[in-house]
Antibody
Framework: QLQLVESGGGVVQPGRSLRLSCVGS????????LHWVRQAPGKGLEWVAV????????YYADSVKGRVTISRDNSKNTLYLQMSNLRPEDTAVYYC????????????WGQGTMVTVSS | SSELTQDPAVSVALGQTVRITCQGD??????VSWYKQKPGQAPILVIF???NRPSGIPDRFSGSGSGTTASLTITGAQAEDEGDYYC??????????FGGGTKLTVL
């Protein structure tokens, strides 16, 4: 069964850090680019970051650039999002997703993990 | 510009056809993909590439596009098609961008 499972969300104070994880199963993890997408409460989807299959390339949304780092450990089938200097506007459900090769589409999504930034 | 624009809300009578549109300059050069999301659930991919459906997506869903506009068409809308629909495309510098979403109501 193709699956992505996120973890690591929680309540954190502004200015603090948090690391999200996403474990993939049922497919060859190292063959696929992976993304983080977030959704603030009551709002639409916002793309956050992407990392290539071999971690050689990565890109970030302007809204998080300089504050987040995407990484992966293909030996552990795990994707990470290290977030620092968190702001209340970072409050959202964070989804990891797999990129379908050659189509720029997200074909598998995790169930999401909630991050709340509040004092 | 790497923005994608969608109508905030669309309604359709049960069994009728509805078109959800997405506009943006990036659509001239890159594929669009479409996602359906129900409240409290993760999005699911419904259309990718020129007009491809993942396994399990009913054939009443189809995609089309020309120039800077892409469309998702549901032919014979069902009650279970209610939800939020988002388009997505590649933006500049490896970025991806989502449209603001369209809330579909089936009457």
């Amino acid at each position: 069964q193709l699956q992505l499972v996120e973890s690591g969300g929680g309540v954190v104070q502004p200015g603090r850090s948090l690391r999200l994880s996403c474990v993939g199963s049922g497919f060859t993890f190292s063959n696929y680019a992976l993304h983080w997408v977030r959704q603030a409460p009551g709002k639409g989807l916002e793309w956050v970051a992407v990392i290539s299959h071999d971690a050689g390339n990565f890109y970030y949304a302007d809204s998080v650039k300089g504050r987040v780092t995407i990484s992966r450990d293909n030996s552990k089938n795990t994707l990470y999002l290290q977030m620092s200097n968190l702001r209340p506007e970072d409050t959202a459900v964070y989804y990891c997703s797999r990129e379908k090769a050659d189509y720029d589409a997200f074909d598998i999504w995790g169930q999401g993990t909630m991050v709340t930034v509040s004092s | 510009s790497s923005e994608l624009t969608q109508d905030p809300a669309v309604s359709v009578a049960l069994g009728q056809t509805v078109r959800i549109t997405c506009q943006g300059d990036s659509l001239r050069n890159y594929y669009v993909s479409w996602y359906k999301q129900k409240p409290g659930q993760a999005p699911i991919l419904v259309i990718f590439g020129k007009n491809n459906r993942p396994s399990g997506i009913p054939d009443r869903f189809s995609g089309s596009g020309s120039g800077t506009t892409a469309s998702l068409t549901i032919t014979g809308a069902q009650a279970e098609d209610e939800g939020d629909y988002y388009c997505n495309s590649r933006g500049s510098g490896g970025h991806r961008v989502f449209g603001g979403g369209t809330k579909l109501t089936v009457l």
